[in-house]
């Protein structure tokens, strides 16, 4: 059964930080291309794509919105994938989940442009 399970969400003040992790089994981790996705409260089946990394851990690519504040990366060896996400604002609040397949270029994406989705994990960023 493939599975991919996020942990590290929850309440931050703005300007905090937060590290993701995304574990992923029953599948073979390392040949795949990995990306984060958010979904904003009240957006239905409506995700925006924050990240990816390629399966090779070298190539990274990020939404200009969330560029110079998160990091994306991966520990093949241990199939987990992380997000480190600095100088948090607001607007990044969302429930974030892991997905698994190539990125397209797209910046809203639905659940049939990638092939294995978490279950997600909530960033919730307020004063």
């Known amino acids: 059964e493939v599975q991919l399970v996020e942990s590290g969400g929850g309440s931050v003040q703005p300007g905090g930080s937060l590290r993701l992790s995304c574990v992923g089994t029953?599948?073979?981790?390392?040949?795949?291309?990995m990306s984060w996705v958010r979904q904003a409260p009240g957006k239905g089946d409506e995700w925006n794509w924050v990240?990816?990394?390629?399966?090779?851990?070298?190539?990274?690519h990020y939404a200009d919105s969330v560029k110079d504040r998160f990091t994306i990366s991966r520990d093949n060896a241990k199939r987990t994938l992380y997000l480190e996400m600095n100088s948090l604002e607001p607007e990044d609040t969302a429930m974030y989940y892991c997905v698994a397949g190539p990125h397209r270029g797209a910046y809203t994406v639905a659940r049939k442009d990638f092939i294995y989705w978490g279950q997600g994990t909530q960033v919730t960023v307020s004063s």
């Open positions: 029953g599948f073979t981790f390392a040949s795949y291309d």
């Open positions: 990240a990816a990394v390629k399966s090779n851990g070298r190539d990274t």
